[in-house]
């Protein structure tokens, strides 16, 4: 029996909350459900869907795009992230998680 998790997702200043499936990404489900939400390779390789888990967990071993220190800190990507709780996610992280990845190898002007 599969469990369904509630998922409120704070999307450009827009409360949605929508059911997933645990063996269903956020994205796919939040797309299923109308709402549009970031989205490119859908693949866990681009951070385009990159948002942050500000409450629960989930599962993401697909998420190559995020390494493991920002996945500490709650980033994910949407197009992998299968919940394993209920949760709270706030999207279009992508310039912070390219910043917080890359920014140290860019140069300074």
Do not use: W
Not at 20 to 28: G, R, Y
Not at 72 to 91: I, M
């Amino acid at each position: 029996m599969s469990k369904t998790y509630t998922v409120e997702i704070h999307h450009q200043g827009g409360h949605y909350t929508i059911q997933v499936p645990e063996e269903q990404t956020v994205l796919a489900a939040a797309q299923a459900s109308g709402l549009s939400l970031p989205n490119s390779c859908n693949a866990g390789i681009c951070t385009t869907c990159a948002a942050q888990i500000t409450e629960g967990t989930v599962e993401q071993s697909d998420a190559m795009g995020v390494s493991a220190e920002l996945r500490e800190q709650g980033y994910a990507l949407l197009c992998v992230a299968y919940p394993r709780s209920d949760l709270k996610v706030e999207t279009e992280k992508e310039d912070t998680v390219y910043q917080l990845q890359f920014g140290q190898f860019q140069k300074k002007t």
